[in-house]
């Protein structure tokens, strides 16, 4: 018989401020940065997008378009996402199309070329990859999310500089500079690599997006091309401050529904889950700390790209069969972290799943299983968590039990009933 924790779903509050008015926000970043004066009718404008799942993307990215037009400029999108969308040209745009950029919805063109052209060389050695198609350009603008990198530590981590260094560098630029990250710390390529980008090449802003804990977008912030070293680290602090998170920090088992590129890099956001240093345990200092993942599936709009999978313990067999290999492969070689396309042991039912961690909790009671249940890294409003946490949830300001404490539901088949509305993939 079933020795499960019985589960309450919980409700986090989080610091959430709200941009109401994307086109204004757009409008008012560019302003800053002084664009128009910097803009002649007839200027070609590249904008590079990248493969995030960025909320508002679509919005911002148009109205990014539509004030570029009114300046008389001749906006085009290029794609800016190193490897990613199997690291061809024709993949590449349909990454953008799943998230909503098109030629229709963005009212101008997507050029996407996968061959980048060498633009010098890096003080540290190695030539400096970038965007053919972009440098055709009369200026490039460029959009990205600024939030904590999956992998890498610094002042600067996943950002307007991270997409001029790989995202604008194609696959082999992206595979290079990952290679590099064995030799040298990421501060010392990006400071190296940028500075010879920005004396090269037309870049002209950049829009930072900063995400509330609710993944909705908080503020988009003008910059400069010349104040990205400057700047960024500020924002980067600030999207720290406004992450969601775990609401505790030692966990049993951490259920997710769905990993994905568009969910993080890395699949799962290893800021959230504690895996940033290693993908099976947690540093002395690092919280939260989980023993065991038990991945559920993919999203759709990852299209197989199963990268992550390897930093879960456990996974459902329907993963392993949706998983487009070539792509998992390409990514986690790419980025130099094998280990995250290894397969997790894998079974065909939740419920097989879930009996097979029970070595792990030793004596304990299931009552004292601690065990959290959620959609993604990024939505982490609303979970489930084991009755092992009630008197922790009441003590806290922060959080609130929705429910009470019940047992987990299975359908016939032995699959958990969804408790999140997650899409099969």
Not at 1 to 23: A, E, G, Y
């Amino acid at each position: 018989m079933d020795q499960f924790p019985r589960m309450f779903r919980l409700r986090q509050h989080f610091d959430t401020p709200r941009l109401q008015d994307i086109p204004q926000a757009v409008a008012t970043a560019l302003a800053r940065v002084e664009v128009r004066a910097k803009v002649n009718p007839g200027d070609t404008v590249a904008i590079a997008v990248g493969s995030r799942g960025i909320r508002n993307l679509s919005a911002i990215v148009t109205a990014a378009v539509h004030e570029l037009k009114r300046m008389g400029a001749e906006p085009f999108i290029v794609p800016a996402m190193g490897s990613h969308g199997g690291g061809t040209a024709e993949g590449q745009v349909k990454v953008l199309a799943r998230l909503g950029v098109t030629p229709e919805s963005a009212g101008c063109p997507v050029r996407s070329e996968i061959e980048p052209a060498v633009i010098g060389e890096s003080p540290l050695g190695f030539p400096i990859y970038f965007d053919r198609v972009a440098l055709t350009a009369t200026h490039i603008v460029v959009i990205n999310r600024i939030k904590p990198h999956t992998m890498f530590v610094g002042p600067v981590e996943s950002g307007l500089m991270k997409m001029l260094l790989i995202g604008l560098a194609k696959p082999r630029g992206a595979a290079l500079y990952h290679r590099a990250i064995f030799n040298y710390s990421f501060p010392q390529i990006i400071e190296g690599v940028v500075e010879r980008v920005l004396a090269k090449c037309p870049v002209l802003c950049g829009l930072a997006i900063i995400e509330n804990a609710a993944e909705d977008t908080a503020m988009i912030e003008g910059l400069r091309a010349e104040e990205f070293a400057t700047h960024e680290p500020e924002l980067l602090s600030l999207a720290k401050r406004l992450m969601p998170r775990l609401p505790f920090d030692e966990v049993d088992l951490l259920i997710i529904d769905q990993i994905g590129k568009d969910i993080s890099g890395a699949g799962m956001d290893t800021n959230i889950v504690g895996r940033k240093y290693n993908d099976h345990e947690a540093r002395p200092d690092e919280r939260p700390r989980v023993s065991t993942i038990y991945v559920r599936g993919l999203t759709p709009a990852t299209a197989g790209n199963a990268t992550g999978i390897g930093i879960a313990e456990i996974c459902r067999s329907r993963i392993i069969e949706q998983m487009d290999q070539n792509a998992t492969r390409l990514n986690c070689l790419t980025a130099g972290h094998l280990t995250a396309a290894m397969l997790p042991v894998h079974f065909a039912t939740d419920r097989e799943a879930l009996n097979a961690p029970f070595a792990r909790y030793g004596l304990r009671p299931a009552q004292d299983w601690r065990w959290l249940w959620i959609r993604d890294t990024l939505h982490l409003g609303e979970l489930l968590a084991s009755e092992a946490y009630w008197q922790a949830a009441e003590r806290s300001a922060h959080l609130d039990a929705v429910t009470e404490a019940a047992p987990l539901r299975f359908d016939d088949a032995g699959q958990l009933i969804e408790q999140f509305g997650v899409p099969e993939a």
